[in-house]
């Protein structure tokens, strides 16, 4: 065989095997499969923040009030009377265990339906204790949803922060224990996240000071004669200090200075509107009775702590028969 004949054999056979390689290739191969999937990605809204809002999981007291927020608070109706024993059971069982908010929870679920009696006292007792080492006090309990620290920033006030959080200047200085009004950036303090609301209930001579779902005061009080205390909600207009006495429909000669001894409105005066108010008395023996010409009458050391609770313009005052 010529030089050239050889040649050509050879790049036939090379051609052959090229052709049969890819043939090969083709339907020996293995099917297809689709690379696995890596993980779905969601995106996720970022949460509303506020002032000193912190990315931590919600507290477990947090978590409690919120799953009653929609259940309780002044505006909600009162509980089954059926579960009032077994709240006040409860929330007793927990405050002596220490667990001081969720106690608080329990024993206001308790009140709320409605509990008197021996064990209803016990109640109102251990309420007003606990807001006093809870809410009331300078104490800063981690699991507590109603309370917080907030770091005063440049430019701040006592009065600055207390319209910030819905409370009154006085609770702010009271809470951190301020002689005076200076603050100072950079400086932690207590608040409340208010407002504190007021429900009061003719019959019983009885109101109540909640905020949440949470009851912090229970004082006793007077009402209108003749049922003339005005049922239904409404707002804190004013207050004042050592009020002047103004009635009106009485002779100019009923006119009282503020700080008189002889001024029926006592030492404090909370404006709900329509010439009606919460207000101190000088006459003590007559609160828990129907003796005034309308207006909610307390005891002044009560009416004046109760003045440095509320806020003008954000705290209900609800009148119940």
């Excluded at 309990?141 to 920033?153: G, N």
């Excluded at 002047?244 to 006119?255: L, T």
């Excluded at 806020?311 to 119940?320: C, D, L, M, R």
């Amino acid at each position: 065989m010529t030089t050239t004949g050889r040649i050509i054999v050879v790049v036939v056979a090379a051609a052959a095997l090229l052709t049969l390689t890819v043939l090969a290739m083709h339907y020996l191969r293995p099917p297809d499969v689709p690379p696995p999937a890596g993980p779905e990605v969601v995106e996720t809204p970022a949460a509303a923040g506020g002032p000193g809002d912190s990315p931590a999981a919600p507290p477990p007291a947090s978590a409690i009030a919120a799953d009653l927020k929609s259940a309780h608070g002044p505006d909600a109706p009162p509980a089954p009377a059926g579960s009032a024993e077994a709240a006040a059971d409860d929330g007793l069982a927990m405050a002596a265990s220490g667990r001081v908010i969720q106690a608080q929870v329990r024993l206001s679920q308790a009140l709320r339906a409605g509990l008197d009696g021996p064990k209803g006292k016990a109640v109102r007792e251990t309420l007003v204790s606990l807001a006093n080492r809870a809410q009331l006090s300078g104490a800063r309990l981690p699991d507590d949803p109603y309370s917080k620290s907030y770091e005063v920033a440049r430019g701040d006030s006592v009065t600055r922060i207390g319209s910030k959080f819905l409370i009154p200047l006085e609770l702010v200085m009271k809470l951190n224990g301020l002689a005076s009004p200076g603050i100072n950036a950079g400086q932690s303090l207590k608040v409340l996240q208010g407002p504190v609301n007021v429900e009061i209930f003719k019959e019983r001579h009885e109101l109540q000071a909640w905020i949440g779902d949470v009851c912090i005061r229970i004082y006793p009080i007077a009402v209108g004669k003749g049922n003339s205390t005005p049922e239904g909600t409404f707002v804190v207009r004013n207050k004042v200090q050592n009020p002047p006495y103004q009635p009106q429909h009485k002779a100019r000669s009923e006119h009282r200075e503020a700080g008189a001894p002889d001024n029926p409105l006592g030492s404090r005066w909370i404006d709900i509107g329509n010439h009606y108010g919460v207000h101190g008395t000088i006459d003590p023996p007559s609160i828990g009775h129907d003796v005034s010409e309308g207006c909610i009458r307390m005891h002044n050391k009560d009416v004046e702590e109760l003045y440095d609770l509320v806020v003008v313009g954000a705290s209900k005052v609800i009148v119940k028969p």
